[in-house]
Every structure is written in structure tokens, then in C-alpha cells.
């Protein structure tokens, strides 16, 4: 997944600088990176929800396992959708800015 492709036309619209375009990528590739390790997350648990029957599941420690990855897999999505929003008040915030230039 491609973090520059929701905001291409929003880049253009900012007209930032060589500076301001290589802090973007920047904060897009983290953006990136906690979205794959979200889906990581939440891929896990979903192949072992599917490869289980967790009512079914005895194993304590296995339960505990799957719990944390989920909480992971949630924090992550989480923390995701925050650095979207960050993303996007950025951006709004530059475009402004020249805006008023």
C-alpha cells in the first residue's frame, strides 16, 4: 500500500517546499509502517480464529497469545487512524498557509 495516494492531489495543492515534501515522505512511511503492522496483527488473529474454534480452546496460554495480538492488532489500527487525522490537519494546515500568501 502506496501511503502517497490518498493525498497526491492535496501534495500538489500545498505547493510545499523540497523541505516540507521530504518531512511528508517521512511521515508517510511511519504512516505505512503502522498500517502493515496493523494488518499483521489483525491477520493473525484472524487466521487463528478461523484455524480455531476459540470457545473451544483450552490452552490458557494460547488464549493469552491470541489476546495480545488482538490488543496489538487494535493499538495499531488505533495509532493508524491518529497519524491519518495528524496527516490531513498537516496538510490542511500547509494548504492554508499558502493560501493566505
Known sequence: ??????????????NMTE????????????????????KYFADQVDKNELKYDMKQ?????????????????EHYGKQAEKHASDIQKRLDKIIA????L
Do not use: C, P, W
Not at 97 to 100: D, G, I, L, M, T
Open 1 to 14: 500500500m502506496s501511503g502517497y495516494t490518498g493525498y497526491g492531489a492535496q501534495v500538489q495543492k500545498a
Open 19 to 38: 523541505k516540507e515534501m521530504e518531512s511528508f515522505k517521512e511521515e508517510l512511511q511511519h504512516f505505512e509502517n503502522r498500517i502493515q503492522k496493523h
Open 57 to 73: 480452546v483450552k490452552d490458557e496460554e494460547f488464549l493469552a497469545r491470541q489476546k495480545n495480538v488482538k490488543e496489538k492488532a
Open 97 to 100: 498557509r499558502r493560501s493566505e
